[in-house]
């Protein structure tokens, strides 16, 4: 079945670290990929997208995502980590056969040790 | 421009009672679409829509109708409410996904049924 799967549904990462939050999806083209981020109480943001070209995307608040074929991933990684950074990551696909609607993981829960 | 806007912020309804959830959106955007958060989970597409005067189902459109008679608005219709469809809805817009275009999202409505 197609699907976009988000094994961590919560991770816990010390202020400064860097952080890398996982996605794969089992679209059979190419699909159009997102991130977003969504803050307690709050709607979600555009973090990046990536729909041809360079595989590596970079994103707004220092993020960025690295799109590989091979292994069917799109995974979100930050060098150093706020604790601004503190929200729920969702990854999401737009099926290259049905571009009308956008499919969204379960999401990832990010906190930050002080 | 103010975006996506959705009304009321929060609501508590009686298990029975039926309720609009008011969406308008101000970018000239085709595509609009209705989703449900329930807590802990990521975002199931209810409904969305390509253009005024038409719609299609998503994930879970069961329980709820939905009408596009302008661009610009996108009620969701709830006519016998159900604890189950206790959530939290976002309401988002997008001029066309087929090029990765940007979703916008609305702020949400937290619904409370009784």
């Known amino acids: 079945a197609q699907s976009v799967t988000q094994p961590d549904i919560h991770i816990t990462v010390s202020e400064g670290a860097s952080l890398e939050l996982r996605c794969n999806y089992s679209?059979?083209?190419?699909?159009?990929l997102f991130w977003y981020v969504q803050s307690p109480g709050q709607g979600l943001q555009l973090l990046l997208k990536?729909?041809?070209?360079?595989?590596l995307v970079q994103g707004i608040k220092g993020f960025e995502a690295e799109f590989k074929r091979s292994q069917s991933s799109f995974n979100l990684r930050k060098p150093s980590v706020h604790w601004s950074d503190a929200a729920e990551y969702f990854c999401a696909v737009v099926p290259y056969s049905s571009a009308s609607k956008i499919i969204f993981g379960s999401g990832t829960r990010l906190s930050i040790r002080p | 421009n103010a975006g996506v806007t959705q009304t009321p912020k929060f609501r508590i309804l009686k298990i029975g009672q039926s309720m609009t959830l008011q969406c308008t959106q101000d970018m000239n955007h085709n595509y609009m679409y209705w989703y449900r958060q329930d807590p802990g989970m990521g975002l199931k597409l209810i409904y969305y829509?390509?253009?005024?005067?038409?719609?299609d189902k998503g994930e879970v459109p069961n329980g709820y109708n939905v009408s596009r008679s302008t661009t610009e608005d996108f009620p969701l219709r709830l006519e016998l409410a159900a604890p189950s469809q206790t959530s939290v809805y976002f309401c988002a817009s997008s001029y066309s996904l087929k090029t990765g275009d940007t979703q916008y999202f609305g702020p949400g409505t937290r619904l409370t049924v009784l």
């Open positions: 990536y729909f041809s070209g360079d595989t």
């Open positions: 679209y059979g083209a190419t699909p159009y």
């Open positions: 829509s390509v253009g005024a005067g038409i719609t």
